[in-house]
């Protein structure tokens, strides 16, 4: 039987100190429910597939500052080379990088007829030959790759070719194939041949992030900087710079060669805001916890030593261990479920200001009722032990005069 | 010092005897000055239920150089008299006046500082602070005068020395027995050279044999002329004191008064 | 009396180790983690402009179609940069953007480098006061009659030049000759206020060289290119006549009246271009399709301070509440402890102002413990982001201002936290723990 009622009423006559513990409460339920909110929805940002084979990838950048350098010709040169390094299961140029937060936008139109026509949503607009699905790792899942004589070096060519992601394809196209399907860039028109299952853009942030394309446009020999992507098993990764440098000066030392990360570097940085809001959120938390759960502890044992005489009195009544244990857990149950109550409602608040401020999601009702089981656990754990040694005051302290 | 009060009685202080008439009996003395004198004093608690007079009417008058014990049943009023007395509470009507000084409604600032100027309070249960050492104890109420270190220091010293500590200045009060705690307070309350002492039940906590000796100490710092107003439940010691007050029923029955009237002058 | 109560406070502080560690704890990481996050804050949102904020103005034209962008963006197309450029009526002004060239000299033992440079006016120098070591910025006519001249950094300077003058020798950027005609001393302005939009906190560019130059050399173009409508961009040529935005454009103005007269020209400039087939997005008069931005509206614009930052000093500010709530739970279970003593003091003599600041030292000596210890934890953590999460030393770096902040916020939680324990306590009636207990 747990007897609420004198409970209550002993915390009500004594004000000050469950208020200070009720406001605690509030303010950690309303701080640990959007933290871990924020916290589980980064998580699960980080946690994407990205459809590339993230740790078999290496890129990097060259730039020819020669002027007398034919970038078309020293494009196709470095491509061989790269492909025929030890190790090396293939490699490709690529005007930009996965996942790395800079890149090509574009958007087709679906007539030529500007005032009618459908544009699709923007996405990550790769160029590149019939190496780079390869070297990307991504899976085809319907149509077929380009092929090597397909392969374009300008942007003004004919015969456009391209390869959608599935995202995109389903957002555009529905449940229609997009196969065979004509898009349209300015004039210029796109024949679709394949859809790849997965194949994130470069903004990690951006709605669009799931929607790209891959044309057949080696681009490499259009300007003097460019980035190449060179897949090869996660343990000859490391080894490959330095042949790559060696191979490639060997070629032609008129050039800077830099920035060579495997794309799980990349992503890593690309996500590090993300692991750092994530990082310090679960910080904050643990921190939090463990500071109400201390200060629970400390102001119990400052109770109970205050009211020793009482509880020996209690005991002397006929109170057993049990009874004091349950005492001293049943107010702090009584707090900790009118401040989650409370705590709970200012988190929905508190996450409604921060959704408007910084369109964040709404919090769900699920973190706040989380955080107050949490919370209850951590009040438990910090109430348990003062109370068991409460419980053992000896009854022979109601006679003595301390 | 005995023929000093024979002389007292008679001078022209009788013109104001008489102007107060129920003060008649009041032992005043010529050259010794009044150090409390509490007239008509009433003290009321309130609560929604009852009221509850501690003290009613009650009138006291105590000069310089007494040692006034007072006794009484509990719930008589004696801790109420006593708060009032040391400034430590208020009252709801009377007035009061301390070595010759009107302390009816003085603020509590004011009051906090005639307590550390002029009063010295003994307890029952010693009230050491635990944290500090004896000299620090000692030093408690001259540090809130804003004594200068160099007297503080030669003030807690002669006082230890006077209660016979003087060289356990650095000892803390756990490690001293009873008897030998209330000897420091009684040092912290002389430090001050107050005006006079407040003992209340000063050997409650004590053996008779440490009770004898605070007791003694109490009465030689009585003889070096400093006023000292004891409430206690032993008749014993009550005894001992120079005149006796019992307070019933929150009023006072001065048996020192009837004791004089019958045995003349001691 | 002072040291009286620092005394009593100590004494009291290390009567309870656990608790009053507890106390310092609590504080301290409260503290540690407001002040991480306000740092981060104050470093992302500082003007480097300082009083010249109002002074420097960037340009921004809605030179896009109907139902494209919904912002103004913050680049400008080549062709209005040059048509701003020609505007007579304005005194300084400066287009500007980013692209990358490998540096050499007439020393091939050292290795070349290639930098970011900035391709720019002269009028950059002034506009943003870039302090000169050697020489000066090019001259006037360089910006209407391409020249290849260079202004290089003190540290480019020391790599080729061993640091001395070298204003009149040549560099070699992708192999052409440049001649030196200034060297800067360290620039280095954080955020980087004069191009934030792509890495606010990127280090300055060491390489200038004019703007004129673009259209021979066809620079790279190392930024943001955005483009609204389909652009065949075959040629260099394509990008310079496009209506692709990627050049930032910079000016002075000293009063409300120039602002005034700048607005008046870019409106009927807008107009103009009207009648010529751009700025197609007639829902926008030309009044509204111009902007012009001073520094804090052009930081504000770009995002430079992150809203994962403004959310994180949100929680660290009410985290620190919760710290100060439990702290003051447990000042006064421990002042309220302490009552006999008090009642003690108070019958010996103590006044309440002297009871209730001898507590309130107690409470601010926690504080200043809490507030050292929490500048500790600050530094521990700006040192961790710094190093595990590759965040900018200069962000990471613990701003000169927080030497005054903390102790502020220390001193103000403790004494938020300690004022009603301490009142409590100074309230203790005299009279009622004087019995024997």
Known sequence: MLHIKPILSSLMRSKSAPILLLLQIILSVAIVANASFIINERLSLMQRESGYAEDQILTFSVYNFDPAIDNIKQNEVDQLILRALPNVIDASYSNMLPLSGSGWMDRWVDSPNEDTAKSTPGFAFYLGNEHLLNVMGAKLIAGRNFSADEINTNLGDSGMLALVSQPLAKAFWGDESPLGKTMYQGDQTVTVVGVVDKLQGAWIDHENFEYSVIQNIDFGGSSSNKTYMVRALPEHIPALEEAIRKALNAENPNRVLDNFQTLTELKSLTYSNHRLMATVLSIMVVLLLLITALGLTGMVMFNIQRRTKQIGTRRALGANKRDIIQYFMVENYLICIVGGVIGGMLALVLGQQLMSLYSLPMVPMIYPIISVIGLLIVTTLAVIVPAAKAANISPAMATRSV | MSTEFELTVFTSTVLLLSAINTEVLQPIKLRKASMLSMKNISKVFKTDLVETHALRDFNLEVQEGEFVAVTGPSGSGKTTFLNIAGLLEGFTSGEFSLDGVNVSNLSDNNSAKVRNEKIGFIFQGFNLIPDLNLAENVEVPLRYRGMKASERKRRVESALEQVGLGARMKHLPTQLSGGQQQRVAIARALAGEPRFLLADEPTGNLDSLMARQVMELLENINQQGTTIIMVTHDPELARRAQRNIQIVDGQVCDFSMYQQAATGTR | ?437
């Open chain 3, 1 to 437: 009396m002072f040291f009286y109560y620092c005394d009593l406070a100590w004494r009291s502080i290390r009567k309870t180790p656990m608790l009053s560690m507890l106390m310092v704890l609590a504080i301290s990481i409260g503290i540690g983690i407001t002040i991480t996050t306000l740092n981060v804050y104050k470093t992302m949102s500082y003007n480097p402009a300082g009083d010249r904020s109002e002074v420097i103005n960037s340009v921004q034209l809605w030179s896009q179609g109907l139902d494209t962008w919904d912002d103004f963006i913050s680049n400008i197309t080549y062709m209005d940069a040059m048509n701003l450029r020609n505007n007579t009526e304005l005194g300084l002004k400066a287009a500007t953007y980013r692209t990358g060239l490998a540096m050499q000299s007439d020393n091939l033992k050292i290795e070349p480098v290639l930098q970011g440079v900035r391709v720019t006016d002269r009028d950059f120098f002034r506009i943003f006061s870039v302090p000169f070591v050697y020489g000066s910025y090019w001259d006037a006519s360089v910006d209407l009659r391409p020249a290849y001249q260079v202004v290089i950094s003190q540290k480019l300077n020391l790599r080729f030049f061993e640091g001395k003058n070298s204003v009149g020798k040549t560099v070699f950027l992708d192999r052409k000759p440049y001649q030196i005609v200034g060297v800067i001393d360290d620039w280095n302005p954080q955020p980087k206020y004069y191009d934030p939009l792509n890495g606010a906190f990127n280090d300055a560019e060491e390489i200038f060289i004019p703007f004129s130059l673009t259209g021979q050399e066809e620079f790279d173009v190392w930024g943001n290119t955005s483009g609204w409508k389909f652009e065949p961009m075959l040629t260099y040529n394509d990008r310079l006549t496009s209506e692709k935005v990627w050049i930032q454009f910079w000016t002075e103005l000293n009063s409300e009246d120039e602002k005034q007269s700048l607005q008046g020209w870019l409106t009927r400039y807008v107009e103009q271009q009207r009648t010529i087939g751009r700025f197609t997005d007639t829902a926008k008069i030309p009044a509204e399709a111009v902007q012009i931005s001073d520094i804090d509206k052009w930081l504000e614009d770009n995002d430079v301070v992150p809203k994962d930052n403004k959310i994180l000093v949100g929680l660290s500010l009410l985290f620190l509440s919760v710290c100060l709530v439990n702290i003051l739970g447990l000042l006064l279970t421990k002042f309220l402890k302490r009552a006999p003593e008090v009642g003690v003091r108070r019958a010996i003599g103590a006044s309440r102002e002297q009871i209730f600041s001898q507590y309130m030292v107690e409470v601010g000596m926690i504080g200043f413990i809490g507030g050292v210890v929490g500048l500790l934890w600050a530094w521990g953590s700006l040192t961790a982001l710094h190093s595990y999460f590759a965040m900018e030393q200069s962000v990471t770096g613990l701003d000169a201002s927080m030497w005054i902040i903390t102790p502020l916020i220390a001193i103000s939680t403790a004494v938020l936290a300690g004022v009603y324990p301490a009142w409590v306590v100074c309230r203790t009636k005299p009279s009622v723990y004087l019995k024997a207990q």
